[in-house]
């Protein structure tokens, strides 16, 4: 086989459909755009929404206030997590990393309350929800906010 003998297979090229050449071609006249219409036109804009309410006439004209920028975002960490730990020792954001149940670097910690924990230990983390603080004494340790 040399190079002028490759085809491209039976079927891979088609011929592109040439609109608007006559009657007969079955595209003519209209060019399967149909009669008047938003559609047979070339002139929309691409911001253009059909008759809907524009996004910039929907949005706001000023900026409103949010507070999202100094919204404190935790790194949650389960009781069930902490089962891991040896009886009595203390468990700080520093233990937690070091074992890898938190990830991010700087994040403040707050322990959540999911799982039951068996072991008692001396917890010191930046927040606790109280179903948390509930197991944690009931194991016999003690939760302290940093």
């Known amino acids: 086989m040399k190079l002028h003998h490759l085809r491209p297979a039976p079927g891979a090229h088609k011929k592109a459909r040439r609109v608007g050449r006559g009657h007969g071609s079955g595209k003519g006249k209209t060019s399967g755009r149909g ?23 929907r949005l706001p004209k000023l900026p409103g206030f949010s507070n999202a920028r100094f919204k404190t975002e935790y790194a949650p960490v389960n009781v069930e997590a902490l089962n891991a730990f040896a009886p009595g020792s203390t468990v700080d954001p520093e233990a937690l990393r070091t074992k890898g149940i938190v990830r991010r670097k700087r994040a403040p910690i707050k322990i959540l309350g999911r799982g039951e924990l068996t072991v008692g230990l001396t917890i010191k983390a930046h927040a606790f929800s109280d179903s948390a603080r509930e197991k944690i004494t ?6 302290e906010v940093l």
């Open 35 to 57: 009669t008047k219409g938003t559609g047979a036109r070339n002139t929309v804009a691409p911001w253009f929404e059909g008759g809907q309410m524009p996004l910039h006439r």
């Open 138 to 143: 009931a194991a016999g340790g003690s939760a």
